[in-house]
Nanobody, 120 residues
Framework: QVQLQESGPGLVKPSQTLSLTCTVS??????????WSWIRQPPGKGLEWIGY???????YYRPSLKSRTSISRDTSKNQFTLQLASVTPEHTAVYYC????????????WGQGTQVTVSS
């Protein structure tokens, strides 16, 4: 059973870079057909896909966030990381990492989520 766990600071100042890491256990981030995703939920709003890194290391981002988003991975640690630059209070949200299975097109495994607040 794969497990995902987000980690990172809960408070980020405006204009700084938000950085979160997802540690994966029970499955490899290089396994075929799995894409490793970041998703967020702002207060009072629905889930919003941010982007993912594929089994081969390619990245895809939400167009509206593409200019400030970077997702990378460390295969030796079985981790992948989100960086969101120049954040504003609008980026306050619960951030989740999740595993997407390409063949069934679903997010089958999720981390518990981590609250990130952007405030001075």
């Amino acid at each position: 059973q794969v497990q995902l766990q987000e980690s990172g600071p809960g408070l980020v100042k405006p204009s700084q870079t938000l950085s979160l890491t997802c540690t994966v256990s029970g499955g490899s981030i290089t396994a075929d057909d799995y894409f490793w995703s970041w998703i967020r939920q702002p207060p009072g709003k629905g889930l919003e896909w941010i982007g993912y890194i594929t089994d081969s290391g390619r990245t895809y981002y939400r167009p509206s966030l593409k200019s400030r988003t970077s997702i990378s991975r460390d295969t030796s640690k079985n981790q992948f990381t989100l960086q969101l630059a120049s954040v504003t209070p609008e980026h306050t949200a619960v951030y989740y990492c999740a595993r997407y299975y390409r063949r069934s097109a679903d997010f089958g495994s999720w981390g518990q989520g981590t609250q990130v607040t952007v405030s001075s």
